[in-house]
């Protein structure tokens, strides 16, 4: 049966209930609408001269801000160590909280209001303290993770979290009262009880007493619960309880979790015992602001201890002036439509219908989330739950994201990136969305800008992607969404300036000078460029000279090679001067060249496969360091590195000693820029796969030459010798071993697209091109062409029919005709394959 006075069928008590002499003990769930409003109500008739609010008491300064026309919740009060931002808590507030409607009350009404909870100076001390408090009282770690709520995550039923001092059996209130209601949900529960409660002229103050009395009975049996360091709290409350009512009489309500009435009521211990309980508590310099939050760090799924299931629904119920059901079908139905799909108004009133229908079935006074969502997938989703978690993400958690005042306190950093927000149209949001920049165009090279340096400070409000026409020189594309934690990471990156352009510069030139790594370096010079930091390149430049001139490694100047060929790539889309940037990176790559070969000797399996990657990489950064300048065609290589690298790639290719993956890479790579023609190719795979290799190094060698990279298979596809080749190796290779080679081959093979498995497997079930024959299928007769859409070989004149397409398309003139006889094959000329 349910506890006294919160049985969800009793009858409503009837209006005009005599007012309780005060101190008014309002004991709620935080961030409950249905407290909320039961506080609302409280306070309308006790009218007292005072509210106290569990809260830490620094931040009363900071409540008028509370009444601010810019003041939007969802807020949060964040504190933080003066001298140590990273250790930093959180204390949320939902327009639905308890807290932030009587705050709004008091304010308005010209009521004292006041916090009165342990202060953030003790409660950020403790973290590390073997007297910590409990895990929902201690501020977030150095990352600030949005679950540290010191005033409120053990403060309500059910919602706080096991302590760190004590053991696993913390008892969680909302648990045990739905238990001895015979509810096997929490949430049930409490939705049944308290949110579908009707008002109907009902005694405000029942409520309050039904709740306290069931606490009572909870704290008579358990105790403290497993939450110790509640007793600290409370003796803190306690003693400004007392001082609230020397100043302002009996006239005084406290809001607070419903778990501390009982500690606040009745007879409470002497303030001697109280202060004892507080003598000698670290104490560490907190400064307090109020920052946006948002309804999905209100979620409890987010890790935040006093988290709720769906702050979007609890919203939705406060908010609503009457049918909440009806307007909340409402609300989903206009976002399917916005997604495409078709929701009628009949599909709205046949989900308010079933919904009630539910609710009666259940025994429920009213349709909740539960039916609610039962007959939004029945009627609007067709059963499916993929459009009901779009419903799940967008309404019932939700991506509302508060606003505070521009007259909150805040470290100058912060005020910088508000005023370049605002100046660039960059509003943060909580929803993730999509921000594609073209870089010639001087207010989104100027947003670039900004996004780099927040991520060079560590403050990930952007981060790169790429989408469809991003990929380019001149167009960059991230993902933005604005995290409340960020907030602490700006004011952890205000130790290194008062303006994100300062700060960046300082916190660059310092990463350099500590860089141990040479591909730190490089990476470094790459984010300096793209923020443009120039007064911060001397100094990382530097360092990078430093850093080259003493390392040794090839596998160092390979990972550190990549970074600075994107940054010369980038310096010239953003008019950089990197004249000694580029000297640099040659100086690396021709040491590169130099020691490859001797490092790719005498490696095991997984030392082949990261130098394989580190070919690739070097590569592809060659390539970059050689491009043609401008449109002359002219090539930026004085240091002839495509040369010697192509020379250090043959020999790669025909040392035996060099490892099977690295092998077949080199021979791949020279295949692709055309210093290797496809009869040297398959001499050379025939040299690998014969019968005289051991079938894992052959196996290496086919995984090097076409796997890893986009579009390999075609290769086999287009040329029919190579694929007889590997066929014949594989029909060849003995049973014994055959189980040894087959993890690398489907490694390998399990990589290309279904498309090109398919045409691979119809191109061997055909059988191999006789020479100067046609295709013949295995145990048939010969066929007179290729199979449907292969050709024997290249149809050159098909192939040049689309050149003048491709001209007109790329805007270039047309080449001159190449004379019949010519077989050279140019590997600037871009021409189809």
């Not at 086919?702 to 287009?718: D, R, T």
């Amino acid at each position: 049966m349910s506890p006294p006075g919160l049985d969800p069928a009793a009858p409503v008590p009837q209006a005009n209930t005599p007012v309780p002499r005060g101190p008014w003990l309002l004991g709620v769930r935080h961030h409950g609408p249905g407290s909320a409003r039961a506080v609302r109500a409280a306070l309308d008739a006790a009218r007292p001269r005072a509210v106290l609010i569990e809260g830490p008491p620094e931040a009363d300064t900071l409540l008028p801000l509370a009444a601010d026309p810019q003041m939007r919740p969802p807020v949060a009060l964040l504190a933080h160590v003066t001298d140590d931002p990273g250790r930093a808590a959180f204390w949320p507030f939902a327009e639905f909280s308890p807290e932030w409607v009587a705050v709004r009350w008091a304010l308005a009404n010209g009521a004292e209001v006041r916090f009165i909870d342990l202060p953030a100076a003790h409660s950020l001390a403790v973290r590390e303290e073997s007297t910590a408090l409990a895990e929902g009282d201690a501020p977030a770690p150095a990352s600030a993770d949005a679950g540290a709520d010191p005033a409120s995550a053990d403060i309500d039923p059910g919602d706080g979290p096991a302590p760190a001092d004590v053991d696993a059996l913390a008892v969680d209130p909302l648990a045990v009262l739905a238990e001895a209601a015979g509810y096997d949900d929490p949430e049930r529960w409490w939705e049944d009880v308290v949110e579908h409660r009707g008002d109907r002229g009902a005694d405000p103050f029942a409520p309050f007493d039904a709740l306290a009395d069931a606490m009572g009975a909870l704290r008579e049996e358990y105790g403290h619960g497993g939450h110790a360091r509640d007793l600290v709290r409370e003796a803190h409350m306690r003693i400004q309880l007392r001082a609230a009512k020397k100043e302002f009489g009996e006239e005084v309500a406290v809001v607070c979790g419903a778990w501390h009435v009982p500690a606040l009521a009745g007879r409470p211990p002497t303030l001697t015992a109280d202060r004892a309980l507080l003598k000698g508590l670290p104490k560490v310099k907190a400064e307090l602001t109020w920052v946006p939050w948002t309804h999905r760090r209100l979620a409890r799924h987010s890790g935040y201890g006093a988290g709720i299931d769906s702050p979007g629904w609890y919203g939705h119920l406060f908010g609503a002036p009457d049918r909440p059901v009806a307007r909340w079908m409402t609300k989903v139905a206009g976002l399917l439509r916005g997604e495409d799909r078709l929701v009628s108004s009949a599909h709205v009133i046949e989900a308010v219908r079933l919904a009630e229908t539910l609710a009666v079935m259940r025994g429920r006074p009213l349709a909740g989330l539960t039916e609610t969502t039962d007959a939004i997938r029945a009627v609007m989703c067709d059963g499916s739950d993929v459009p009901l978690s779009l419903v799940q993400d967008r309404l019932i958690v939700g991506d509302v994201l508060g606003e505070v005042p521009d007259s909150a306190p805040v470290v100058p950093l912060q005020r910088d990136l508000t005023r370049r927000q605002r100046t660039l149209r960059m509003k943060p949001e909580a929803a993730e969305r999509e921000l594609e920049l073209d870089l010639r165009k001087d207010n989104d090279a100027a947003r670039s800008r900004l996004l780099h340096r927040l991520r060079l400070l560590g403050v990930g409000w952007g981060e790169p992607a790429e989408f469809r026409g991003s990929t380019g020189t001149f167009r960059e594309g991230w993902r933005l969404r604005w995290e409340p934690e960020l907030s602490v990471k700006v004011a952890e990156a205000g130790i290194w300036g008062t303006t994100v352009l300062a700060a960046a510069t300082a916190k660059a030139e310092s990463e350099a000078v500590s860089a141990t790594a040479l591909s730190a370096v490089t990476a470094l010079a790459e984010q300096c460029l793209l923020a443009e930091l120039p007064d911060a390149l001397p100094v990382v430049m530097s360092a990078l000279a430093d850093r080259a001139a003493l390392d040794s490694d090839v596998g160092h100047l390979a990972q550190a090679l990549p970074a600075l060929a994107r940054t010369l790539r980038y310096g010239d889309v953003r008019s950089t001067d990197t004249a000694a940037l580029a000297e640099v990176a040659a100086g690396l790559s021709m040491r590169i060249c130099v020691g490859l070969p001797p490092a790719c000797t005498g490696l095991d399996d997984d030392g082949a496969t990261g130098m394989r990657r580190h070919v690739d990489a070097v590569h592809t950064s060659i390539a970059l360091l050689t491009r043609p300048s401008g449109t002359t065609g002219d090539t930026a290589d004085p240091h002839d590195l495509s040369g010697r690298w192509a020379r250090v790639l043959r020999t790669l290719a025909d040392r035996d000693t060099v490892a099977g993956v690295v092998r077949g890479r080199a021979v791949r790579l020279l295949l692709d820029d055309g210093r290797l023609d496809e009869d040297d190719a398959a001499r050379l795979m025939g040299l690998a796969l014969s019968p005289g290799t051991p079938p894992g190094d052959a196996a290496t060698w086919i995984e090097g030459f076409v796997g890893g990279a986009s579009g390999s298979g075609m290769l086999l596809v287009h040329d029919e010798r190579l694929l007889g080749l590997v066929d014949a190796w594989l029909t060849g290779v003995a049973p014994d071993a055959f189980t040894d080679v087959l993890p690398l081959l489907r490694r390998t093979f399990a990589a290309y697209e279904p498309g090109v498995r398919r045409t691979l497997g119809e191109l061997v079930r055909r059988g191999p091109t006789p020479p100067g024959g046609t295709p013949s299928a295995p145990g048939g007769p010969a066929a007179e062409a290729g199979a449907p859409g292969f050709g024997p070989s290249l149809d050159q004149a098909r192939a040049d029919a689309v050149l003048p397409l491709l001209h007109l398309l790329l805007g270039t003139p047309p080449a001159p005709p190449a004379p019949s006889a010519q077989a050279h094959h140019d590997p600037t000329e871009v021409t189809p394959r």
